[in-house]
């Protein structure tokens, strides 16, 4: 019975430290020091609260015949009697769970800051000069206009309707990235090589 007792005589100092002090957080030091006594102090005692609605309750102590039983007040939370070993399985798969949920969340965060880093670098040739070897095969185009905008294929014949098109298209992508690389090399003057 005494460890139980130690555990709620420590829960009680601290919140009443948290009271006292009055700070602006002193709502979710509380419901902080809810969740330690739930999954930290009573977990290695064999009890389980089990918060219906995610918050810790106030309970109602009853002595039967059959050993210590706890009645929620409201009929919401639910407090068992459990094998500690039990109960410090659950707490670490919980852990687990939460820490893989948590490296998942990370990897994708990272995975989109690749993405737009990839993008943001397609951006580092000029427009002028996207369709001009190395980033075209030597040969691709043989004469240009003044934005650098390709007129002929590479035998001399006038670009199609279609391949002006798609040869404008592609241009106006270009300068919308490369402006945004320029931007991002202002903003960010380590990274832009």
Request: positive net charge; contains cysteine.
């Amino acid at each position: 019975m005494l460890p139980y007792l130690r555990a709620l005589s420590s829960f009680r100092d601290n919140i009443r430290q948290v009271a006292i002090g009055k700070g602006e957080s002193a709502l979710k030091d509380i419901l902080a020091l809810c969740d330690k006594l739930r999954d930290t102090d009573l977990v290695p005692l064999g009890v389980a609260l089990d918060d219906q609605d995610g918050k810790l309750k106030l309970f109602l102590f009853a002595r039967v015949s059959f050993g210590l039983n706890f009645y929620p007040v409201d009929g919401k939370a639910l407090v068992k009697l459990v094998p500690p070993a039990e109960l410090i399985k659950a707490r670490e798969e919980k852990r687990a769970l939460v820490e893989a949920k948590a490296a998942k969340k990370q990897a994708a965060v990272e995975a989109e800051k690749q993405k737009r880093l990839q993008k943001i670098l397609k951006g580092k040739t000029a427009p002028d000069q996207f369709f001009r070897p190395p980033n075209v095969p030597e040969g691709t185009y043989g004469s240009y206009n003044d934005d650098g905008i390709p007129l002929t294929d590479g035998e001399g014949k006038e670009l199609s309707k279609n391949q002006v098109k798609k040869v404008q298209k592609d241009y106006q992508t270009q300068k919308k990235l490369h402006e945004e690389y320029l931007t991002w090399v202002k903003e960010n003057p380590d990274h832009s090589s």
